[in-house]
């Protein structure tokens, strides 16, 4: 008995052991396809994320036909024009967002990936035309590279491969090509009260491994009253969830009076002196690093003497804001485990109705809501300031173990050879309005950018040529291993 006990064993030990090779060189068969469909691609996908930069598609004024403006409508079209090329499936959701897509089997269920393909508006300090992509030592520059131009290519280029390989598909997959992404997301909110929801989908709109959960959104604007002043104008960012590198005040005032100071640039202008702040500009959601260049003009404002009584009042207020990325000076700051610590910058300044106005944006952790950060504000900011236009969403996390999630991770660790885990962070993405949904690559925490090249949302924004192909790679395994689970 113990002898057949043994055989027994020793037979089952060689199976599974025959198993687990037939398995790694099925594996390894799917890795050189998928390398040599790559390699067979690179320069046509190259040429079709150029192909979307090239259109200005920051958010418009609405039109018929283009509920988010000309633009994003444009880039929708064409996405689907670059998808139905591929042989995919297309469908326009009535000019809010569109998507290409795989038949499956499975006609109440499936798979999805979202990307966007509106943009941030171009800023300043390019070094060449922001919509006309460059490439530049294996990097590639313009508007919408990394965010998310490039990411959606690639997704359409994942698809391509099943499709070509004549993966037979469990669940079908769709490829959702959004274009309101950057400013209030109502592109899928549309799709989710007309259309529904996938069992699973992951937005590569982030960073790699794993993002199985953000912080929370708190917005608003810190207005002034008119305060018929010094301050004539004062203008600065291009848009609210970015730190902008530049702004200025118009004052009236004699600029002999006027002393210099470390990264202000002062000129006349009319019968007053344009008071200049250069700073460095990046995301909201990763402002360590960044300047403020409003808060360079606020301080000089004020430590200059710039200003009347009302207008120091407000000057101080937002100097509160902009004190600490942290929220220190508003008394806002708090952290937690999963998420660390609460941002918010001041994106946009402007003169309205002669009202100076400061926009904020806050990513926020489980500590705090966004009732609380807004009874903080108004109490740190009192008279000077008021606080309107508020608006929040709250955090969410999704557990690591789920099995979509661990899918998604144990396919990056295994295609970069790393032994990574989930995180956290404090970008806002499509990920967040889906019942099960987390963010997925490309980017990469470590990447450090060459001396040409600039963040999301900065200028020169950049992106590499191999980690988005790799990230190509990663995409269709972790769509075949999601096809294996049971939603």
Not at 445 to 463: I, K
Not at 466 to 484: G, H, P, S, T, V
Request: charged fraction near 25%.
């Amino acid at each position: 008995a113990k002898a057949f006990t043994k055989d027994v064993f020793i037979n089952q030990e060689r199976k599974l052991g025959g198993r687990r090779k037939d398995e790694s060189k099925m594996q390894e068969a799917l890795n050189q396809k998928i390398d040599a469909f790559v390699a067979e691609n690179k320069e046509q996908i190259l040429k079709d994320i150029a192909t979307l930069v090239s259109i200005n598609s920051v958010e418009g004024a609405p039109e018929e036909g283009a509920p988010y403006g000309a633009g994003p409508r444009a880039a929708l079209d064409k996405t689907l024009e670059l998808a139905a090329g591929m042989g995919l499936a297309t469908r326009n959701c009535e000019n809010h967002i569109g998507y290409a897509e795989l038949a499956g089997a499975d006609a109440e269920k499936y798979l999805a990936t979202i990307c966007h393909v509106d943009v941030v508006p171009e800023g300043n300090g390019w070094t060449e035309d922001p919509f006309k992509m460059e490439i530049r030592d294996g990097w590639m520059i313009g508007r919408g590279v990394a965010d998310d131009k490039g990411p959606m290519v690639a997704t359409l280029y994942a698809l391509k491969f099943l499709k070509e390989e004549g993966v037979s598909l469990r669940y079908p997959i769709r490829a959702l090509v959004g274009d309101n992404e950057e400013t209030h997301m109502h592109d899928v909110d549309y799709y989710l009260a007309n259309y529904p929801a996938p069992v699973f989908c992951f937005t590569p709109d982030a960073e790699f491994p794993v993002c199985n959960g953000e912080k929370g959104h708190f917005d608003g604007k810190l207005v002034s009253p008119v305060c018929n002043g010094i301050i004539k104008d004062f203008v600065g960012g291009v848009a609210t969830n970015a730190v902008p590198d530049r702004a200025s005040a118009l004052v009236a005032t004699d600029i002999t009076k006027l002393r210099n100071a470390p990264n202000i640039t002062l000129e006349p202008e009319g019968d007053g002196v344009r008071i200049r702040g250069w700073g460095k500009s990046g995301h909201a959601a990763m402002p360590e690093g960044t300047v403020n260049a409003i808060g360079l003009v606020v301080n000089y404002l004020l430590d200059n003497g710039l200003c009347n009584d009302a207008e120091r009042a407000y000057l101080e207020a937002v100097k509160k804001l902009h004190d600490s990325t942290a929220g220190v000076g508003l008394g806002i700051d708090c952290a937690d485990g999963p998420f660390g610590p609460l941002t918010i910058i001041g994106g946009k300044m402007s003169m309205v109705d002669g009202r100076m106005v400061q926009t904020m944006d806050s990513r926020y952790p489980t500590c705090t809501d966004g009732d609380t950060i807004a009874k903080q504000i108004r109490a740190a900011i009192g008279t000077g300031a008021e606080l309107t236009d508020v608006g929040s969403a709250k955090p969410f996390y999704i557990e690591a173990d789920t099995p979509a999630i661990k899918a998604c991770i144990d396919t990056y660790n295994e295609v970069t050879g790393e032994n990574a885990t989930p995180f956290t962070m404090g970008g806002g993405t499509y990920a967040r309005h889906f019942p099960y949904a987390v963010s997925f690559g490309p980017e990469h925490s470590d990447m450090v950018l060459p001396e040409f090249g600039g963040p999301m949302h900065g200028a020169n924004e950049a992106a590499p040529i191999d980690k988005l192909l790799e990230a190509l790679k990663i995409y269709i395994i972790a769509l075949l291993r999601l096809e294996e689970i049971d939603f």
